[in-house]
């Protein structure tokens, strides 16, 4: 019989995955659901030390022994702290302690409550990581709760052993323990360089079994010739296809950009469920497209593997099951060499699908705005360049429109995703090549930034194209803040500012544009190379329309779902009848 709280049932379910059976428990109130679960569980091997300074000691010498993790748990507040000592010596001599420290409700810290000391990190230096679990009461507290517990267990062993803490919060607790059988959490496991070939080996049967498996990549700075040919070699044995977006700088066979074919506006959540794949396989940084929200939407019908060359535990689409702790180029090389024997026999059905739909994907006509700004500039951008995307618009636009090559290195500042500095960073670029250097930026993200100008080293290769629809056009793309009479004030920070004096004042060649014509005849000064100066284009548009423009390029190509359109369609109906004021009056009331 189990305790009812979940995160001490998540503990329970990964300690016995990965095989954990030494138990040292100390007798106190708080920690009694997880000692009275484990205690009539025939997988655990317990034993009670009712001081806990002792306790500690005791699995001290378990682990060392014993060579694997041993658990200790105890009570809150001093008997805690009675664990110090031993976990300092496990520290220095490498021993994998878990050390499970039950807590109060954090609301009542400070509070004079009795009991309860602040124990959140409270060993310091002296354990490999220390996590605080949720209190559950969500499927997003249960993922949370999934993957830090794996985080500390994969810890004790990782770049050498020791000790980890994880305290466990709770509102309260029952004495009784009636669940007939604890939760079932998804294990993670790690793959090293130096991980036996017979784990890597079961890594390969199942892979080499999947009919649909999905290459993620995102954002790289530098991708390496090798990897690029790997992954073509990858893509043709095991008859899949890369997905990644122009920061991602992938240039190999079988890549696509998902960023209008996945766009939550062109799929929905219903209609993207055929392309659920069974294998995730992700390397490299960020992804802003809206495939990174599908995939999570489905999350647990998958396995996602991460290549991640620290090691660490990203699991963005919430359903990580393994980490390979070593280079994409090593692990692709591996599986390429693995398969080669048998590529023939391959179901190539899933990746054809994807391809047709990915092929399907069609642009239309639009009126003058910060989107047929970008689509006319990026498909002239010449090979070899480098180009920056500050932040929003410049990246879902121009991965929109797409590139005329991948031959094009791509930045941007998404690690964070702020608003400062991408003019900055930009210069620092722009001075690495002899090549001319392209910046797409917002008039936030440039007033912003601006300083940025007068830096002595700017080459005069570099080329700035900077859309002022005079404020943070985000705001009016987004639905939720559409009809807001006040938006303007503050939130989208409307101005009437442009870029002439501060640009020209610094020795910049400056040329503006506020329609088609003249921003056609202005374009050709971006890629011309003979400027003795470096250039700035400032178009200027209007938020309003820059908006309306990307949402029916966006629903331009729209999927969905029978019964989801039909929901749509009859909305659009209603909508139409009672007008749009009265609809949101009646959604509000009716929530």
């Known amino acids: 019989m189990y305790t009812s709280l979940k995160n001490y049932q998540v503990i329970i379910s990964l300690l016995k995955q990965n095989n954990i059976r030494h ?69 220095h001599q490498g021993a994998r302690l878990i050390i499970l420290t039950s807590d109060r409700n954090p609301a009542f810290l400070n509070q004079r409550e009795d009991q309860m000391i602040d124990q959140v990190g409270m060993y310091g230096k002296f354990v490999k990581l220390a996590v605080n679990l949720p209190i559950i009461n969500t499927n997003e507290d249960l993922w949370h709760c999934q993957r830090l ?11 050498g052993k020791g000790p980890v803490q994880i305290n466990i919060p709770m509102l309260a607790y029952s004495t009784l323990c009636a669940e007939m059988q604890h939760l079932d959490a998804r294990v993670i496991n790690r793959y090293t360089v130096e991980s036996t070939i017979t784990e890597w080996e079961e890594c390969f049967v199942k892979i080499v079994k999947a009919k649909k498996i999905l290459i993620i990549a995102g ?71 809206s495939i990174k929200t599908h995939l999570r939407d489905f999350a647990g019908r998958y396995e996602h593997w ?14 990580l099951t393994k980490v390979f702790e070593c280079t994409p180029e090593y692990f692709f090389d591996f599986f390429n060499a693995k398969v080669e024997s048998i590529a023939e026999m391959r179901d190539c059905t899933y990746m054809k699908a994807m391809i047709s739909y990915m092929n399907s994907i069609k642009l239309c006509n639009l009126s003058f705005s910060n ?10 951008i010449p ?52 090549q001319l250097s392209f910046l797409i930026i917002g008039d936030l993200s440039f007033f912003y930034d601006m300083g940025a100008m007068r830096i002595k080293h700017v080459p005069k290769t570099s080329r700035i194209l900077m859309i002022n629809n005079y404020g943070g056009g985000e705001f009016h793309y987004s639905t939720t803040l559409t009809n807001d009479p006040t938006m303007d004030l503050h939130t989208s920070a409307a101005h009437h500012t442009d870029a002439k004096g501060w640009v020209e004042s610094i020795g910049f060649a400056y040329y503006a544009a506020r329609n088609n014509d003249e921003y056609q005849k202005i374009l050709l000064k971006l890629f011309d190379e003979s400027s003795d100066k470096p250039v700035f284009v400032e178009v200027f548009s209007d938020m309003e329309i820059d908006a309306q423009n990307t949402h029916i390029l966006e629903n331009f190509n729209r999927k969905e779902a029978v019964k989801e359109k039909i929901h749509r369609i009859a909305k659009d109906l209603f909508v139409k009848t009672v007008g749009m004021h009265n609809a949101k009056r009646m959604k509000n009331i009716f929530k």
């Not at 989107?371 to 002239?380: A, G, K, M, S």
């Open 306 to 319: 991460g290549i991640e060359e620290s090691g660490n535990i990203v699991d963005m689409y919430k359903s």
């Open 219 to 289: 954002q790289n700075n530098y991708v390496s010739e090798r990897l690029n040919k790997a992954l073509s070699k990858f893509t043709n044995l095991y008859k899949c296809i890369v997905l990644a977006e122009y920061m991602a700088n992938v240039d190999c066979e079988n890549v696509y950009n998902p960023f209008l074919p996945f766009d939550s506006h062109t799929l929905s959540t219903h209609a993207f469920e055929p392309w659920v794949p069974e294998i995730v396989i992700s390397f490299g940084g960020n992804v802003m497209s």
């Open 383 to 434: 090979e070899k360049s480098i180009l920056h995307l500050s932040i929003n618009n410049s990246i879902r636009l121009t991965n929109y429109f797409g590139l005329p090559s991948r031959n094009i290195r791509v930045f941007a500042n998404i690690g964070t995703h702020g608003i400062d500095g991408c003019l900055s960073s930009f210069i620092g670029q722009a001075i690495t090549s002899r």
């Open 149 to 159: 517990v794996n985080e500390a267990i994969l810890a004790t062993s990782h770049h």
């Open 371 to 380: 989107n047929t700004i970008i689509r006319d500039f990026v498909c002239r």
């Open 23 to 91: 138990l040292v428990l100390s007798a106190g109130t708080r920690n009694i659901p997880f000692v009275q679960s484990v205690e009539n569980d025939s997988f655990f091997i317990c034993y009670s030390v009712v001081d806990e300074r002792s306790a500690a000691y005791m699995a001290l010498g378990l682990s060392l022994s014993l060579n694997e993790p041993v658990v200790i748990s105890c009570t809150s507040s001093t008997a805690t702290c009675n664990y110090f000592p031993a976990i300092a010596e496990a520290y």
